[in-house]
T-cell receptor, first 111, second 113 residues
Framework: DQQVKQNSPSLSVQEGRISILNCDYT??????FLWYKKYPAEGPTFLIS?????DKNEDGRFTVFLNKSAKHLSLHIVPSQPGDSAVYFC??????????FGKGTRLSVIA | KAGVTQTPRYLIKTRGQQVTLSCSPI?????VSWYQQTPGQGLQFLFE???????NKGNFPGRFSGRQFSNSRSEMNVSTLELGDSALYLC????????????FGEGSWLTVV
């Protein structure tokens, strides 16, 4: 039973364009959401987070949108750069419990 | 400030052996979590420790165990290794139990042959 789903295993985007990574969740108790980026042979790096009381959070080129009614969040990267090529994990947690991760989306930014 | 440090980075073990992995959290962080990553399975939660106490445990067999020391450093142990235990084992730390963001180390790559 996957509570956090990233339905696109991979995504290719041209350099300079927008990358949109999507994530769906089933647990309505989730109140905090995060995105991590992972390069091969490295641990995941925290990117950006959003609380359930907000619907948008920005940090430089990265913006996360949260649609609670649809139980959906997305990560927008604008403009995409070749260095953004990595696996992106969506994660969520209900209160003071461990993070639940999606299976990841591999982003390839093509120069 | 130093990040989360995991040792060893790479190791190869034989089926039936046991292995111990070590994790030093970010200075000042008191909560340590462990995750297993296998191809196509994302990150699966193993356990979480805070102040030397296990606070949460994932759905893994009893062969997987862990502990936390008074200096917040943590170890995890896998006994009677199976081929399916081959994975990247990730340790993450956060300031407290209510800390929502966890920060990962680079992981320990375990290959069981």
């Amino acid at each position: 039973d996957q509570q956090v789903k990233q339905n696109s295993p991979s995504l290719s985007v041209q350099e300079g364009r927008i990358s949109i990574l999507n994530c769906d969740y089933t647990n309505s108790m989730f109140d905090y959401f995060l995105w991590y980026k992972k390069y091969p042979a490295e641990g995941p790096t925290f990117l950006i987070s959003i609380s359930s009381i907000k619907d948008k959070n920005e940090d430089g080129r990265f913006t996360v949108f949260l649609n609670k009614s649809a139980k959906h969040l997305s990560l927008h990267i604008v403009p995409s750069q070749p260095g953004d090529s990595a696996v992106y994990f969506c994660a969520a947690k209900p209160g003071n419990t461990p993070l639940v991760f999606g299976k990841g989306t591999r982003l390839s930014v093509i120069a | 400030k130093a990040g989360v440090t995991q040792t060893p980075r790479y190791l190869i073990k034989t089926r039936g052996q046991q292995v111990t992995l070590s994790c030093s959290p970010i200075s000042g962080h008191r909560s340590v979590s462990w995750y297993q990553q296998t191809p196509g399975q994302g990150l699966q939660f193993l356990f979480e420790y805070f102040s030397e106490t296990q606070r949460n445990k994932g759905n893994f067999p009893g062969r997987f165990s862990g502990r936390q020391f008074s200096n917040s450093r943590s170890e995890m142990n896998v006994s009677t290794l199976e081929l399916g235990d081959s994975a990247l084992y990730l340790c993450a730390s956060s300031y407290g139990t209510t800390g929502n963001t966890i920060y990962f180390g680079e992981g320990s790559w375990l290959t069981v042959v």
